[in-house]
């Protein structure tokens, strides 16, 4: 009786380890060492914020539904309208970390060119589940739409998890809401769509995912069992993944634009050069970035 592995385990051990690898975005960053990756990520979306708390008009922690954890910072253009397009932030943090209180990157940019810009907070695991973030992001863009009902439309931006929960939003079902948002444009930077992966690495550990949860959570095999969708064929989604992001990302992201594509909606894919997982939000701060730059190309040509 031998000790050791058989080929089974080991090539399971094997495939858990490349997993892990793949979907640890830190550790394919190449322009700094791993374990700085974060700290600077959150370093900067915290001076960011706390730059846009003291430049732009705000309104902060405004609870869009009961829940602790429901609140959002809207910040505002120096022209008062409230017929303004609307951009709603959902951070990442793969569900388990990650705050509006240091998300605030693109706000300066684009209130600069009159556009109100919503930072979204939600309950994060192990206190939040998957269905509720999901749940928590609708009633955020409801809310949005009766506070805001002659809004010029609202964009709805994720970055990494925030990207699937953005991307969930496609299969949203309004009427039990009793208000359909005004949704014109959807911005999904760096995002998973298939969630069965996760399972197999410790990203699911405060998620406690089984499979049943990773399948109905997953925008990717949602719509394409689902097409019905509550967008228009002329809203357009933009599937955007850095030059740096793992393999990994780079297959969830061309994988589920070519869904979209195949459903019918108006979608688009983008690789950006140069950058990763994180400097691809980070680089939001500035308005001369290749993203903020389609971003507000986004807003301004559908208006």
Not at 39 to 68: C, H, I, M, W
Not at 260 to 274: D, N
Request: hydrophobic residues 35%.
């Amino acid at each position: 009786m031998g000790g050791g592995q058989g080929p089974f385990k080991r090539e399971h051990s094997e495939r858990a380890q490349e997993l892990e690898k793949q979907y640890s975005p830190s550790r394919w960053v190449i322009r700094m060492k791993a374990e700085d990756v974060v700290n600077t990520f959150v370093g900067t979306g915290s001076q960011a914020t706390r730059k846009a708390r003291a430049t732009r008009r705000s309104q902060l922690d405004v609870p869009y539904g009961d829940g602790e954890g429901e609140k959002m910072d809207i910040y505002f253009p120096d022209e008062d309208s409230k017929a303004s397009p609307l951009f709603l932030f959902i951070h990442g943090g793969y569900w388990q970390s990650g705050s509006k209180d240091d998300s605030a990157f693109m706000v300066n940019p684009l209130t600069a060119q009159g556009v109100v810009v919503a930072i979204v907070a939600y309950d994060i695991a192990p206190r939040g589940t998957l269905d509720l973030m999901r749940d928590q992001v609708a009633r955020s863009l409801v809310f949005l739409q009766r506070r805001y009902p002659s809004n010029k439309g609202i964009y709805l931006c994720g970055h990494s998890a925030g990207a699937h929960l953005a991307a969930m939003m496609l299969l949203a079902s309004w009427t039990k809401h009793g208000v359909t948002p005004n949704l014109q444009g959807f911005l999904l930077v760096s995002g998973i769509y298939d969630l069965e992966p996760l399972m197999h690495t410790s990203q699911n550990a405060p998620l406690h995912m089984a499979l049943e949860d990773a399948q109905r959570n997953s925008p990717q095999r949602c719509l394409e069992v689902t097409p019905a969708r509550p967008v228009g064929p002329a809203c357009p989604v933009l599937v955007v993944v850095g030059q740096y992001d793992s393999p990994e990302f780079h297959r969830q992201s061309r994988e589920f634009y070519e869904t979209l594509h195949r459903v019918g909606l108006k979608a688009s894919f983008q690789e950006l050069p140069g950058v990763d997982h994180f400097d691809i939000i980070e680089n939001l701060t500035r308005e001369d970035d290749i993203l903020t730059q389609i971003i507000l190309k986004t807003i301004f040509l559908s208006l």
